[in-house]
């Protein structure tokens, strides 16, 4: 497979220049244009290699902004009533880590989903940006028998695949053709199917989740066998009560319509470990499951990542063993004060990170010392364009951000957070985090966060 995330930082730091132009034609449409629904990152299009050279000596060459006038504005900004009581933020250098505002950065606060950021540092550095997650079909331990074998890729897609999803997605229905495929060549048409999603162990669901979130849509049970994301269907909020049994019906369903007779008995089993395969699909790189978990801030992608680091790192395939091994691989990175995590998407409500611990999160990605961190920053959504900043930055005191802006967003009842990178006017890079887990009007407090992050845009 073609490494990209190598340049993709330079191509990414490149169009937030393009982005700046952009924003004086974002503003004028945005007047005309209607609310609209979340939408997924587009399949980017090819874009000419930048040279390294032009491009990251601008980050770290250009003059930093005034630190007092920075200070005053971000100070008077951050004491906004919006944010509530408890808030805090922080804006470093990304080239060389340099504080330029202390608004209470070290106050471990309530990440919400700005969490995503440490599970993509973690599973970026550990499994590694090519790697990919395969669902398999082994034979069964009687004759006859085959096993449907979750590979922990929550992505895999249903009989009903969406169209126009990026990155394109492993399908069940290739997997049912191939083992349909594999059968026939052994003269085999009549099987009894069995499923296991022993790959994670333990509770489906991690301290700190409140019991309404698996019925209210907002996660499915953490399981390594899934389809469509443990949804009753693509596109609906509502999650099946188990998803594992769920994906071996539809592939038993699937290997029907190709010509092979499954029995009644669907039931979970564990692979032998000398099981034959007989087909297998494989998800996207990690890097590509990495931007699609930051820009539509995909909750069951990130606990999948953070399983996943895991089991690379030889733990408990659990969610104490995915703490431990995220606290382990930002520990070699030198990246781990601060960060207290009981789950990778950020649902917890008993996770607590400083501001300063994720914007050294974000400038360590950006790093030419750390390439196989950069496709966080290409997934990070862009102000006013993608994912969960898609319709944000349109009104006063932000507009001038639209573009310029690429962060993570976080909410939770009573939560609101921001982190993420801009340029300054002069074209430094700088990393932020700005948070507020106590705010009387959510509302409020997003319209105070990105004028929190327009004026670091505008430094």
């Known amino acids: 497979m073609v490494r990209r995330e190598?340049?993709?930082?330079?191509?990414?730091?490149?169009l937030l220049q393009v982005f700046a132009v952009a924003a004086g034609v974002h503003m004028i449409t945005k007047v005309t244009r209607g609310p609209s629904a979340p939408i997924a990152s587009p399949k980017p299009t090819p874009t000419p290699i930048i040279t390294a050279g032009?491009?990251?000596a601008a980050v770290g060459d250009a003059p930093l902004p005034a630190k007092g006038t920075l200070t005053a504005r971000l100070t008077r900004a951050l004491g906004d009533p919006a944010l509530g009581r408890s808030s805090g933020g922080v804006v470093i250098d990304a080239a060389t880590g340099a504080t330029l505002f202390d608004g209470r950065a070290d106050v471990a606060l309530t990440p919400a989903s700005t969490t995503k950021i440490v599970t993509a540092?973690?599973?970026?550095a550990?499994?590694?940006?090519?790697?990919?997650?395969?669902?398999?079909?082994?034979?069964?331990?009687?004759?006859n028998s085959i096993v449907l074998v979750g590979g922990g890729d929550p992505t895999l897609a249903g009989p009903k695949k969406s169209r126009d999803i990026y990155p394109e997605p492993a399908s069940l229905a290739v997997l049912a053709s191939r083992t349909a495929k594999a059968l026939k060549a052994a003269k085999i048409t009549s099987v009894t199917l069995g499923y296991d999603a022993s790959l994670f162990e333990g509770p489906v669901t991690p301290p700190g989740w409140k019991p309404t979130y698996v019925p209210e849509g907002s996660a499915a049970p953490v399981t390594a066998l899934a389809i469509d994301e443990g949804r009753v269907a693509p596109g609906q909020s509502a999650r099946v009560p188990d998803p594992p049994r769920a994906a071996a019906d539809a592939f038993a369903s699937l290997l029907g319509k190709y010509g092979i007779k499954v029995g009644n008995d669907v039931k979970p089993v564990t692979a032998l470990k000398t099981a034959k395969e007989l087909a297998r699909v494989e998800s996207p790189p990690v890097y590509a499951l990495v931007e699609r978990m930051l820009t539509q801030s995909d909750n069951d992608l990130a606990e999948a990542l953070a399983r996943h680091v895991a089991i690379q790192?030889?733990?408990p395939h659990t969610f104490a063993g995915q703490v431990a091994a995220v606290h382990r691989v930002l520990g070699r990175l030198g990246l781990d004060k601060d960060v207290t995590i009981t789950?990778?998407?950020?649902?917890?409500?008993?996770?607590?990170?400083?501001?300063?611990?994720?914007?050294?999160l974000l400038a360590a990605s950006v790093l030419p010392a750390?390439?196989?961190?950069?496709?966080?920053?290409?997934?990070?959504?862009?102000?006013g364009y993608t994912g969960t900043l898609h319709n944000r930055y349109d009104s006063a005191g932000s507009e001038a951000g639209a573009g310029l802006v690429r962060a993570k967003t976080g909410t939770l009842n009573g939560v609101n957070t921001l982190a993420g990178i801009a340029y300054t006017a002069d074209g430094r890079l700088l990393a932020f985090a700005f948070m507020a887990d106590d705010v009387p009007d959510a509302g409020a407090a997003v319209a105070a966060l990105d004028r929190l992050a327009t004026i670091v845009s505008q430094s």
């Open 6 to 14: 190598r340049w993709v930082l330079l191509v990414t730091l490149a």
């Open 54 to 56: 032009a491009v990251l």
């Open 121 to 124: 540092v973690a599973v970026l």
């Open 126 to 143: 550990s499994v590694g940006p090519d790697a990919t997650f395969a669902t398999t079909v082994v034979t069964g331990a009687e004759k």
């Open 313 to 315: 790192e030889g733990l």
């Open 343 to 360: 789950d990778g998407s950020g649902l917890s409500i008993k996770n607590r990170i400083t501001p300063t611990a994720l914007a050294r």
């Open 370 to 383: 750390n390439p196989d961190l950069h496709s966080l920053v290409s997934g990070l959504p862009i102000a």
